[in-house]
């Protein structure tokens, strides 16, 4: 059964650190694209990050560029997202989502190209 699974959220203050992973469990990460997403209360989805193999392509939305980093373990199956420096705008529930990597190898932002979806994991960055 194809499962993602995300763990490491919590509660924050302001500047603090959090490192959310994602894993995966039937199916192995290699030419597989995992992309980090996020909702806050009352707003839309939205990409924070992406990577994809064989390549370990990767992307950032401009909002946590310079602050997050998007990072894999293959043999694991794992994919890490090291948050610094957190700020309140980035108190939501994060989710890890997988889906086939394209030809190109560019890890995609658009939500409908991934397949499988984990659970959730909350984030909240407040004093």
């Known amino acids: 059964q194809t499962q993602l699974v995300e763990s490491g959220g919590g509660l924050v203050q302001p500047g603090g650190s959090l490192r959310l992973s994602c894993t995966a469990s039937g199916f192995t990460l290699d030419y597989y694209s995992i992309g980090w997403f996020r909702q806050a209360p009352g707003k839309e989805r939205e990409a924070v990050s992406c990577i994809s193999w064989p390549g370990r392509h990767t992307k950032y939305a401009s909002s946590v560029k310079g602050r997050f980093t998007i990072s894999g373990d293959n043999t694991r199956d794992t994919i890490y997202l090291q948050m610094n420096n957190l700020k309140p705008d980035d108190t939501a529930v994060y989710y890890c989502?997988?889906?086939?990597?394209?030809?190109?190898?560019?890890?995609?932002?658009?939500?409908?190209?991934?397949?499988?979806w984990g659970q959730g994991t909350q984030v909240t960055a407040s004093s």
């Open positions: 989502a997988a889906t086939r990597s394209p030809s190109s190898g560019v890890c995609a932002f658009e939500e409908g190209v991934y397949v499988h």
